[in-house]
């Protein structure tokens, strides 16, 4: 089992930054691929980023060069630095563990969400 804890997220004007964490607990964290996705209302839960267990990452075009998706395997965290936030970027921001791929449903531990909030 793993459970995952979601914090830092918030309301921020357009322009402005926020960081995600996700703190992590229960089988070893290091070994995990861990990933973040984000639900508008109304839309389907679609992929952010990927850090899988060696450190290599992959991000989504529509967040590339704004967002980066990093971990520390020491405190069991995994974080997502999210700059030049935009409208567009509200949704509820999910981390995710033990998945391949960009595919939400190839995730098997979810935490419960945290909503980003982006104003104009």
């Known amino acids: 089992q793993v459970q995952l804890v979601e914090s830092g997220g918030g309301l921020v004007q357009a322009g402005g930054s926020l960081r995600l964490s996700c703190a992590g607990s229960g089988r070893t964290f290091s070994t995990l691929a861990m990933a973040w996705f984000r639900q508008a209302p109304g839309k389907e839960r679609v992929f952010v980023a990927r850090i899988g267990w060696t450190g290599s990452t992959s991000h989504a075009d529509s967040v590339k060069g704004r967002f980066s998706i990093s971990r520390d395997n020491v405190k069991n965290t995994v974080y997502l630095q999210m700059n030049s936030l935009r409208p567009e970027d509200t949704a509820l921001y999910y981390c995710?563990?033990?998945?391949?791929?960009?595919?939400?449903?190839?995730?098997?531990?979810w935490g419960q969400g945290i909503q980003v909030t982006v104003s104009s």
């Open positions: 995710a563990a033990d998945g391949r791929g960009s595919n939400y449903r190839n995730y098997g531990y």
